[in-house]
Each structure stands twice: as C-alpha cells, then as structure tokens.
C-alpha cells in the first residue's frame, strides 16, 4: 500500500564498520520501497569507519544513484543522537525513517510502518520486540535480560506508553523528529528511550508494529559494559526531570 504519493521517506543509517553489511541493507531498502511504491532516499551517516565502508558506500551511489544513496560522512564517533541530527539535515522526506546498518532491523517492516502511520494518523511509529508476534532472536540470556530489565525499569518509572523503549526502528514525522532532537539530551543507548518520554510529554501520537529483531551477523555488538552504566546513570536522571 503506497503511502501519499506526496509523501517520501528519508531512512538514516548511522554506520560504523558496516562494510559487510551495507550492500544487502541498501539493497533490501531499495528493494521494498519500489516494491510499495513510496519515494524513498538513504543517507548514510558514516562515522570514519576505517574498515572503508565510505568507499562501499560510494559504490551504492554509483549503482543506484546519488539520488537516493547519500553518503554524508562524519570524521570521527560522534554518538547516535548527533548522528540524527546530522543525517537530517541532509534529508528532503517528510518521514524520516531510523534503524540499525547491521540487518538486526529488517527493512521488510517499513510498509507496516507507514501503513500504521496512515491508519491512526501518528506521529511516531516505533518497532517493538515485545508485543504481538515481536522478538528476538541471537541474543544471549544476559542481553535479553538487560534489555528486558531496562524496559521493566523504564515503564515502572516513566510509564511511557509504549512497550519498546530501547529499540531503534522508528518512522518519525520529520518535524517531530526535530522538535524532539532539540529536546533530547542524552547520548547513546538512552537517546531512544529519551525520545519516547519526550515525545509523551509533547503530547505526539504514537503507534506500534511487532518486528522481530534479529543480532547483528558480521561484528562487533556495540553495547558494552559502560553503556549499561550510562543507560542507567541517564534512566535517573530522565526520571528525576520529567
């Protein structure tokens, strides 16, 4: 089901080391979007990845076009919510589309999502694991249970209204995405719980769509041990200020 044909969808994908990845994630983004019909453009968001995922990027314009694969690279790490911020002022949808380089987001789910969007008129739609026939598959015991625990925690503190806090596969009205991004103070794996909390406050709709997550098939998982701490060092602090 084609969305307005007025509309188009900016997807941002911040990468690190994602060379292998890359290629079949563009490929199956292009893929769907001629599939449903919606206008589309990908910016790639690299942050000095220095396994030469730019050069593989550069490529991927070359195959597809510089219409809809924009590289815009950054030097160094610069954290996820800058990331955003700098993705989107190269984009030129009035949706914005954010998930992970790293195939645990399919892009199979992007027309539920915008398909959810028209149906109730939302501002946000959000991926969650953890409704409906959502999952998780690949990850150990410890990560199920951080990030179980971390949405247990977040509920039972913020009671934000939706079941998936710590995801990162999301399709944002464009200018709520800004409004949200001048609002938002953390860095990190807390920046998208922020997000949701921030939106609640604002008073933005927001739907849900059961996605499986799969873990990343080539590299390194990102989450390490002190981004657990800052996750809860910024779940205190969002607590203490909303």
Not at 157 to 174: H, I, Q
Request: hydrophobic share 40%; with cysteine.
């Amino acid at each position: 089901m084609a969305a307005n044909s007025a509309d188009k969808f900016s997807v941002l994908l911040p990468t690190y080391n994602e060379r292998e990845n890359l290629p079949l994630v563009v490929w199956l983004l292009v893929r769907i979007f001629q599939e449903s019909g919606n206008n589309f453009e990908i910016i790639i968001i690299d942050d000095g990845s220095p396994d030469g995922t730019q050069d593989v990027a550069k490529q991927l314009e070359k195959i597809y076009g510089p219409d809809k694969i924009l590289l815009r690279p950054r030097p160094r790490k610069l954290g996820l919510g800058t990331a955003y911020i700098h993705g989107m002022k190269h984009a030129t949808g009035n949706f914005i589309v954010i998930m992970d380089a790293d195939l645990s987001h399919h892009p199979k789910f992007i027309p539920e999502f915008i398909r959810k969007q028209k149906e109730g008129n939302f501002d946000i739609v959000s991926g969650t694991r953890y409704k409906g026939n959502g999952g998780v598959y690949g990850w150990d015991l410890k990560r199920k249970l951080i990030s179980r625990g971390a949405n247990f925690i977040t509920q039972v503190l913020l009671r934000p209204g939706a079941s998936d806090l710590t995801g990162s596969f999301r399709l944002y009205r464009k200018e709520v995405l800004q409004k949200l991004m001048e609002k938002c103070v953390s860095k990190g794996y807390v920046f998208q719980m922020e997000m949701i909390v921030r939106a609640r406050q604002l008073g933005y709709t927001i739907g849900e769509v059961p996605i499986s997550f799969v873990d990343r098939v080539y590299g390194e998982s990102k989450l390490g041990g002190n981004e657990i701490v800052s996750f809860l060092k910024g779940l205190l602090t969002l607590f203490a200020t909303t």
